[in-house]
């Protein structure tokens, strides 16, 4: 059986990492950072996630235009980089671990989540760069592709 260290080398691409975290210091710029299409996207992604939550029954569709519409769920983001998506779950109550491999790109999401007021020392918004239970995170992400 390999260990989780052979599971992060085997699924991690180390020029993957090198290629983002030059990015993390203008990451948050929505404008004209390097992210700004993701900024662009994020409301995309916010509908997927809600279609996704509605078709399965985990919530009913009225509750797409309540602000705490994910109030009680929890919510993994594999490869959340500097956190846009996780911030935009967290603001709607969902509890949101992020997992990402580059540091540079979470320290950036962790100081970018308290400047948020409304998420900030809430504990609805949590990165990690490592986790324990990684292979059970691997299937999860296999399903959602």
């Avoid at 260990?3 to 691409?13: F, H, R, Y």
Wanted: glycine residues 8%; negative net charge.
């Amino acid at each position: 059986m390999e260990t989780d260290q052979q599971l992060l080398e085997k699924n991690i691409d180390p020029s993957e990492i090198k290629r983002f975290s030059p990015m993390a210091k203008e990451w948050w710029n929505a404008k004209n950072g390097p992210m700004f299409v993701l900024h662009d996207m994020n409301k995309m992604r916010l509908d997927l996630v809600f279609d996704g939550l509605i078709s399965t029954g985990v919530i009913k569709s009225w509750q797409r235009n309540e602000p705490n519409a994910f109030q009680g769920l929890k919510i993994l983001d594999l490869g959340c980089g500097g956190g846009i998506l996780v911030e935009a779950l967290a603001k709607l109550k969902a509890e949101v671990t992020g997992l990402d491999p580059n540091e540079a790109l979470l320290d950036i999401a962790k100081e970018h989540i308290e400047t948020q007021e409304d998420i900030r020392g809430n504990g609805k918004g949590t990165y990690l760069s490592a986790y324990p239970n990684y292979r059970r995170i691997l299937k999860i992400s296999n399903l959602s592709l």
